[in-house]
């Protein structure tokens, strides 16, 4: 929205500010902090008191985690509306990828919304069902699928860029929509998965979003595409605010959420968080690459594959709890050493993936 006042401007003054994307993802960043800190606490509040109980606890988890009756969730509202209001009041409405990953984020934290509220107002962990919100997170995905790939560069349209090999380029043809709806679903669900220690979630998601945030500055912008040998796909520099937004969100909420939380993040945020990651690559046209900074949730998500195929075949467990985060803390060890232990190889992957930017 401030990117109207550089008609104000004659070039060489305040205003012209605003033409620049670093500068105004900057200032979104704190606007999105700034709010995190003043809405954080009468949220809590108001969270506290309509919920009552909090989150309901499940039965078979952790005994550390009975501790943590009375939470109250949903704190994902704090970052959504951090990011939503941040973005808006930052970067261009005129830049149909900002417009997609936003209806995405907003999309899938209705959905969090809806199976927080379930939980909580029946006082139990089953909220909406599995197959329904499969399936408005598949409608979403194809909505925003089929929105990115008509706004790409023709030669870009259906295509699978290989990371590192500029020139390698996978015509995926029909096959790229459905490819594409298992990125932004896969993503969404499993950041969903990966929540579920305090402060788990989200720093992660904050270090992939940053990472794409940095990709996407630079394949939007021609000069820095020849440079780094990737691929150009002109308007998703302004994702990079998004992006920024994102992180000063995310700060925002950590300040609560770190341990003990005063509030969770719930489905609200981690769907929302997901689905953003996933959104940002397909526009970016670095789905591969979100498999590397986001490794941490890739192996969160396959820990519940691989424990529920196998006990289905053979009455065992790999692990002793899935998700994977689960398997550690039954086996000794304390929730702050598990969350920061995967915050520390969310930041290697993030810079695995800023290696795919080959300098030649």
């Known amino acids: 929205m401030l990117y109207w006042l550089t008609a104000l401007s004659d070039g060489g003054d305040f205003f012209n500010l605003f033409r620049y994307i670093t500068f105004r993802a900057g200032g979104a960043f704190m606007t999105a902090l700034i709010f995190g800190f003043i809405f954080g606490k009468p949220l809590i509040n108001v969270l506290r008191r309509k919920q009552g109980k909090g989150q309901p606890i499940r039965d078979d988890g952790p005994e550390g985690h009975f501790s943590k009756a009375g939470t109250p969730t949903m704190g994902g ?19 149909p990828y900002v417009w997609m ?30 197959k ?45 929509i459905p ?11 499993a950041v969903n ?7 788990l979630a989200i720093m992660p998601a904050m270090i992939a979003a940053s990472t794409l945030g940095i990709i996407a500055y630079a394949v939007g912008r021609v000069d820095f595409t020849e440079y ?36 969770f993040m719930g489905d609200t945020g981690s769907l929302a968080l997901g689905g953003a990651l996933g959104a940002i690559a397909v526009a970016t046209k670095h789905e591969l690459v979100l498999a590397v900074v986001g490794g941490l949730f890739v192996v969160e998500a396959l820990s519940v ?10 009455g065992r467990r790999v692990f002793l709890m899935a998700p994977i985060h689960h398997h550690y803390e039954k086996k000794g060890w304390a929730e702050p050493t598990i969350v920061i232990r995967f915050w520390i190889i969310s930041l290697i992957l993030a810079m695995i993936g800023l290696a795919t930017l080959k300098v030649r």
């Open 77 to 95: 509202l704090l970052i959504v509306g951090a990011l939503v209001t941040s973005t808006l009041v930052w970067a261009r409405w005129d830049n």
């Open 101 to 130: 990953v936003l209806f995405v984020t907003l999309a899938y934290a209705a959905i969090g919304f809806a199976d927080d509220y379930a939980k909580v107002s029946k006082q139990n962990t089953k909220g909406v069902s599995g």
């Open 132 to 176: 329904m919100r499969l399936a408005l997170g598949v409608i979403i995905a194809v909505l925003a699928s089929l929105w990115a790939s008509l706004h790409h560069p023709e030669a870009l349209q259906y295509q699978l860029a290989v990371p590192v090999l500029k020139d390698t380029l996978l015509n995926l043809g029909v096959f790229y």
């Open 179 to 189: 490819f594409a709806i298992v990125v932004i679903v896969g993503a969404a669900n």
């Open 193 to 199: 998965l990966t929540d579920g220690l305090d402060g």
């Open 228 to 263: 780094l040998d990737v691929h150009y796909v002109p308007g998703t520099g302004e994702i990079f605010i998004f992006t920024s937004a994102l992180f000063g969100a995310g700060l925002g909420f950590l300040w609560y959420n770190a341990p003990p939380a005063a509030v």
């Open 305 to 314: 594959i691989i424990q529920v195929l196998y006990f289905k075949r053979t």
